[in-house]
C-alpha cells in the first residue's frame, strides 16, 4: 500500500464530543500530524441543524445536514461517528465500511447491539474499526483488553461505568440526599439528562457491560443478556447503615466467569470501604479486571465529558491515520470462541443486605427467622435501627450468610405476606473482594 501525507476525515455530530474532537484536530493540528505522520484535516461535519451555534465554531463550508456528503466523499479515508442512537448511526457505520472507509466511533448502543456483525464486516472490507470512546470515556480499556491483557484468562470485571449513578449515588452517601433531590442536582449539573430512566435505570451501563465482556471472554455477550436493575428504589438510610456495616453503596457492572457459564449483571452493590471501587465519587469511572497473569489491575478516571472522550476518539484517529500514512493495512478483528452460556441471576450465590420495616413485638425476629431459615439463608447478623413507638414498628437490617437469589426471591414475596412486616424497604446484594 502507498503511503500517505494527507488523511481526511468526516465528522458525523459536532454535539458534545463531536465540538471536541473539531476543536482538537483543528487548535492541535501539528501535534496531531507529528504524531500520525500526515495531516489530518476535517472534510465535512454531518449535524441535523446547520444553522445551529457551536460550542466550537467551524468554517460554515465544512457542514452538511446530507450524510451522502461524508459517506461518498473520496477525501475522507475516516469516518468518526459521534452522533449516537442506534438509527442512522448503524446505517452510516455499514455503508462507510462498505465503502471501504476506516470508522472511528463512540457509540455504546450500536457496538453493544451490532459490534460483532460490524467488526466483521470491516474485516473482510479490510478497514478498521475502532471503538475506545464508547465505554468509560476518556478510561482506556477497550485498547487494553484488546492488546495489552490478550494473553490472559479473565476471569471477573467489576466495574462503574455510568458517571450520572455514581454522582447520584456519592450525593446520597455524603449528604444524605434523597434520591429525587440527588438527581436534580445531577441535571443542575449536567450530569443527567432530563430524561435519565437509561442512566438510574442501569440500561447505559448494561450496554457498556456488554461490550467489555465480550472483549474480555472472546463471546458474544449481547445487552439483553445483561440482568439488570437501577437505582431508584435506594433509600438515603440504605448508605448509613451500610456505612455503619463498613461498606458503601455502588451501581456495579459484574461480568465473571463461573464453571457452568457466566455472570453478567448490573445493580447496586455493598462495596467494602476498603477496596477501590468503594472510593471512586462523583462522576469518576473505575474498571476492575482480574487476568490470570497480570492479576488485578484497575483502571481509573473521567467517563464522559467532551475534552476526556475527545482523547478517546483522537487516540482511536491517530492509530488509524499512522497505518494510513506508513503504508500498513491492519484490519479490525474480533475472534470469538462458540458463546458461552450465560447463567440467570436467579443461580446466583451471594450475600444479602435487607431493611425491613416490622411491627415492634415480640416473636417478631423468630418468624422472620423461620422464612429464611425454611429457604436455607442463613443470617449473619441483624441490627434494629429505629423504632417508632407511636405506629409500634422497628427498622430492621439483616445480613446474610452466602445464599442462593432464588431463595432469596421467594424469601421476599413470603415476607411480604407477614402481617408483622410491614415493608421490605430495601434488598442489595453484597460483593465481596477476597
Ligand atoms: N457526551 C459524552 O460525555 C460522551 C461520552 C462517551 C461517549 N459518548 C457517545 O458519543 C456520542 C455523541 O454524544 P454527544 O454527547 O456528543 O451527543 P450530542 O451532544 O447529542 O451530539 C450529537 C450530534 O450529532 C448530530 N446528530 C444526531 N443525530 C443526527 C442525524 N440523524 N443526522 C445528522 N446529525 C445528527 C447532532 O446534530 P445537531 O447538533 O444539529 O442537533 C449533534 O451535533 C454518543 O454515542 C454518546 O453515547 C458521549
Known amino acids: ?54 460550542a466550537f465554531e467551524v468554517p460554515r463550508h465544512l457542514l452538511t445536514s446530507n450524510a451522502e456528503d461524508i459517506i461518498g466523499n473520496p477525501a475522507v479515508d475516516i469516518v468518526v461517528e459521534v452522533m449516537g442512537g442506534e438509527e442512522p448511526a448503524l446505517d452510516y457505520i455499514f455503508k462507510s465500511i462498505s465503502l471501504g472507509k476506516h470508522v472511528v466511533t463512540a457509540n455504546k448502543q450500536v457496538m453493544a447491539k451490532h459490534g460483532p456483525d460490524i467488526l466483521t464486516l470491516a474485516r473482510k472490507k479490510g478497514v478498521q474499526l475502532l471503538f475506545e470512546a464508547s465505554v468509560a470515556g476518556g478510561i482506556p480499556i477497550i485498547g487494553p483488553l484488546g492488546k495489552d491483557l490478550l494473553a490472559n484468562d479473565i476471569t471477573a470485571l467489576r466495574a462503574i461505568i455510568n458517571g450520572t449513578t455514581n454522582y447520584i449515588l456519592t450525593e446520597m452517601s455524603l449528604n444524605h440526599s434523597d434520591f429525587s433531590i440527588a438527581l436534580k442536582e445531577a441535571q443542575a449539573h449536567g450530569y443527567a439528562e432530563a430524561d435519565p430512566r437509561n442512566d438510574v435505570e442501569g440500561i447505559d451501563a448494561a450496554y457498556k457491560l456488554a461490550i467489555l465482556s465480550t472483549l474480555a471472554f472472546h463471546t458474544r455477550v449481547r445487552a439483553s443478556d445483561v440482568h439488570c436493575e437501577g437505582i431508584t ?22 461480568a465473571r466467569q463461573e464453571k457452568k457459564g457466566l455472570q453478567v449483571r448490573v445493580h447496586p452493590a455493598l462495596v467494602p470501604q476498603q477496596v477501590l471501587l ?30 476526556p472522550t475527545t482523547s478517546a476518539v483522537l487516540g482511536d484517529i491517530l492509530e488509524i491515520a499512522r497505518n494510513i500514512a506508513s503504508g500498513i493495512s491492519p484490519t479490525s478483528s474480533l475472534l470469538l470462541r462458540e458463546d458461552i452460556a450465560i447463567k ?44 417508632d413507638e407511636k405506629v409500634q414498628a422497628a427498622e430492621i437490617v439483616i445480613m446474610t450468610h452466602t445464599s442462593r437469589e432464588a431463595s432469596m426471591q421467594q424469601a421476599i414475596q413470603q415476607l411480604k405476606s407477614l402481617d408483622i412486616v410491614r415493608n421490605v424497604g430495601s434488598v442489595i446484594r453484597v460483593e465481596e473482594w477476597s
Not at 428504589?233 to 457492572?253: M, T
Not at 469511572?285 to 484497575?298: F, H, K, T, W, Y
Request: charged share 20%; hydrophobic share 45%; no cysteine.
Open 344 to 387: 440467570p441471576i436467579t443461580e446466583l450465590n451471594t450475600k444479602y443486605y435487607m431493611r425491613l420495616n416490622v411491627a415492634d413485638m415480640p416473636g417478631v425476629l423468630a418468624q422472620i427467622a423461620r422464612v429464611l431459615g425454611d429457604l436455607k439463608i442463613s443470617i449473619a447478623s441483624v441490627i434494629q435501627k429505629e423504632t
Open 233 to 254: 428504589s435506594l433509600g438515603s438510610k440504605d448508605f448509613r447503615y451500610a456505612r455503619e456495616l463498613g461498606y458503601n453503596i455502588k451501581l456495579l457492572a459484574i
Open 1 to 54: 500500500m502507498t503511503q500517505r501525507s494527507e488523511i481526511g476525515i468526516g465528522l458525523m455530530g459536532m454535539g458534545v464530543v463531536g465540538s471536541g474532537v473539531a476543536r482538537v484536530l483543528m487548535q492541535k493540528s501539528r501535534h496531531i500530524a507529528q504524531q500520525a505522520g500526515a495531516s489530518v484535516a476535517i472534510q465535512g461535519i454531518l449535524v441535523r441543524n446547520l444553522s445551529k451555534p457551536r
Open 278 to 307: 468503594a472510593k471512586v465519587d462523583g462522576v469518576f469511572n473505575a474498571i476492575e479486571i482480574e487476568g490470570d497473569l497480570s492479576g488485578r489491575v484497575v483502571f481509573h478516571g473521567q467517563g464522559a465529558g467532551s475534552l
